[in-house]
């Protein structure tokens, strides 16, 4: 049977991937298709190079599970997505609950990202620098780093991001910027602003999160607006979830919708790859999130392919 990544290749994109996270790694099982560079040739950390992990008190930067994963995917030959920089999620309480001011939390979100990029300068294809700044209905997420920065946050971590790793892609990431609507447009506005000003950005981030039957009609539109402001684009989290319990007629769908995002991607060439999050149920972080739903992955609990693996194929 045809391999995710080598079609995926063969098609012109630079990779298929998964997303992973360390605990996962003693499962040997799962480590050995994982590891397989004919399925995928990208690697996202799920978790350990979020903030939480890489700098759980401040100025003191813990490496060992994005190192981890790195040396995996350098032994496997695969490139790295690195996630992520600024996010709202997943920060440690020096930084959700410290009493800012606009000057030392700059501070603090340049040293991150500088010190978090430069370490893994060289490494990394492409960087999460900003995850899910926006609202859906495209205003700015109140978090504390636009209400204490206001938009200047994202000037400057990827401004240190450039600095720290001049090859590495800068991303910006969200979701719900799938298809046409204020977020998007949001999405679209913020990167001609960061150009016209000469802010480093090189890449947008569609996460992918989809509901079986749901995908966006409109994905490559939104691909090729994109892609039309100078910036390259990828899915970089997809999972597409249903209510259980799975039916053959939701796997059927599944499928459909799978192949209907990698057709948009391969018909887009400033689409460069597609991120699965997760290739199996078994550790998806669908159930956990939203009660009594998952069966999202390509991939079934047991590591066996369901139809929606054929749906990749056939997509590309
Ligand atoms: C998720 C991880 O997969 C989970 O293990 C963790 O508990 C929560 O975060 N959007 C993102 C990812 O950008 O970082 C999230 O990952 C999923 C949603």
Redesign the pocket.
């Known amino acids: 049977t045809a391999k995710s990544n080598t079609v995926a290749q063969a098609a012109g994109k630079k990779y298929f991937g998964s997303?992973t996270?360390n605990p996962e790694f003693t499962d040997a099982a799962y480590l050995a298709i994982l590891s397989d560079n004919t399925y995928f040739g990208q690697i996202t950390p799920?978790?350990s190079m979020?903030w939480d992990a890489t700098e759980p008190e401040q100025g003191t930067f813990t490496f060992s599970g994005g190192d981890a994963v790195v040396s995996l995917a350098q032994g496997n030959s695969q490139l790295v997505r690195g996630?992520?920089c600024v996010?709202y999620?997943?920060l440690p309480s020096w930084v959700t609950s410290g009493s800012w001011t606009n000057a030392t939390l700059t501070a603090a979100v340049q040293n991150h990202c500088s010190t978090l990029v430069s370490h893994y300068k060289g490494d990394i294809y492409s960087w999460d620098i900003i995850?899910?700044p926006f609202n859906d209905d495209g205003t700015w997420r109140s978090d504390v780093f636009y209400n204490t920065m206001g938009t200047y946050f994202v000037d400057v971590a990827l401004i240190a991001a450039r600095a720290a790793d001049p090859n590495a892609k800068l991303y910006i990431?969200d979701?719900n910027i799938e298809g046409t609507g204020a977020k998007a447009t949001a999405m679209m506005n913020l990167v001609s602003n960061l150009k016209s000003r000469g802010i480093p950005i090189d890449g947008i981030g569609l996460?992918g999160?989809f509901i079986v039957g749901e995908v966006p009609t409109t994905i490559q539109t939104v691909m090729e607006q994109f892609v039309a402001l100078g910036v390259e684009v990828a899915i970089t989290?997809l999972d597409i979830r249903m209510t259980l319990p799975e039916t053959d007629a939701l796997l059927e769908q599944q499928k459909t919708d799978y192949q209907n995002v990698i057709t948009a991607c391969n018909a887009v060439a400033g689409c460069v790859g597609v991120t699965i999050?997760d290739y199996t149920d078994k550790y998806s972080?669908v159930p956990s999130t939203f009660s009594g739903q998952g069966a999202a992955c390509p991939w079934d609990a047991n590591l066996i392919k369901k139809p929606a693996y054929d749906g990749i194929i056939a997509g590309f």
Do not use: L
């Open positions: 997303a996270d799920g978790n979020k996630h992520n996010w999620n997943q995850n899910e990431n979701y996460q999160h989290e999050w972080w």
